[in-house]
């Protein structure tokens, strides 16, 4: 086939491949907002798909690296997200997807364990290819046609912006021994910090938890939450500055306490017309605490005497300490 004839074919098949780019990226992120509630958050990057220009093509089969229709990039996606568990977490939804096929390319994973001493390039490559056509904005994409998949991290992504098209895609080889040690260096350093990263994630995923054990059972002993007068950063606020004061509280106490004084959601309710405190469930930890320590408590309290001076006068207690 001639370069004149593979310029006419590949124009003509451009908007498959922009179609398929499209159907992939709108599949996975159906996929994605299944398993992940946090989907917004999990990629760093807006995935954009990208159909490789003609005249990069064309220089691809005349340097020979592929024939036309070995090439498996014409169109390309890339996820990008923080954390290497982020990478499985996308992987496994390509993995998942019974519309196409795929195979794994490339895998960093598998490359460090072959070769442990050696920091590299990282990144997972997927290509995907319909298992039968499809029509999509009605375009029509053929079966079989591929599509590449890459799966990196935020952190893998910037060495991959800064070396590998200058490096490894470059015309001419790059000899510089000092350039190939400066960029292993690089790769090694995004590896220590990926593992740190992971670190302090399961340790804020472990202080979540722990907060999130005390919002359900406070929201379900406040009756559920007004989404007019809720503000969660506020409530996770009051709850992570009274956890160190909980000794001994837990469901039993609070129902418990609610059972002594049942006019005390009555009193929110009203409060709530003047105050955002009592649209959060976690001012039923603030009357537990004030009730349980009275005054010791109040100069520990993450507030203002003004903004608790409502929850001591529902209790009957005085705010002055003699």
Not at 229 to 257: K, M, Q
Request: aromatic share 8%; proline share 4%.
């Amino acid at each position: 086939m001639t370069e004149a004839e593979l310029r006419t074919l590949y124009e003509e098949e451009r908007p498959m491949y922009k179609a398929l780019g499209d159907y992939v990226r709108e599949t996975m992120a159906r996929r994605l907002e299944g398993v992940s509630a946090t989907f917004g958050d999990l990629l760093k990057i807006p995935v954009s798909p990208r159909v490789k220009e003609t005249k990069s093509l064309l220089g691809k089969v005349v340097r020979k690296e592929k024939g036309y229709d070995e090439i498996t990039d014409k169109v390309g996606l890339r996820y990008v997200v923080l954390l290497d568990s982020d990478i499985q977490t996308v992987c496994q939804e390509i993995e998942a997807e019974e519309s196409w096929t795929y195979s794994r390319d490339r895998d960093y994973e598998e490359e460090r364990t072959k070769a442990p001493s050696v920091f590299d390039y990282q990144s997972v490559h997927f290509v995907v290819t319909l298992c039968h056509s499809v029509v999509h904005d009605g375009v029509e994409i053929a079966a079989l046609t591929p599509c590449e998949i890459q799966v990196r991290t935020l952190l893998q992504h910037a060495v991959a912006e800064l070396t590998h098209d200058a490096v490894y895609k470059a015309p001419v080889t790059v000899r510089d021994p000092a350039i190939h040690r400066t960029i292993a260096k690089s790769t090694a350093l995004v590896e220590a910090t990926g593992d740190f990263f992971k670190e302090a994630a399961d340790k804020l995923t472990e202080v979540k938890n722990d907060l999130s054990v005390y919002t359900e059972m406070l929201t379900a002993a406040y009756g559920g939450v007004d989404p007019d007068t809720y503000v969660e950063g506020l409530n996770t606020y009051l709850i992570d500055g009274l956890r160190g004061l909980t000794d001994g509280f837990n469901e039993a106490a609070l129902r418990g306490f609610l059972e002594e004084k049942p006019y005390l959601l009555e009193k929110i309710e009203r409060h709530r017309e003047d105050s955002v405190l009592f649209g959060q469930p976690a001012v039923l930890l603030l009357y537990y605490l004030v009730n349980e320590q009275k005054d010791r408590i109040l100069g520990k309290l993450p507030l203002s005497q003004r903004e608790v001076a409502p929850i001591y006068s529902d209790l009957g207690i005085s705010m002055d300490p003699s």
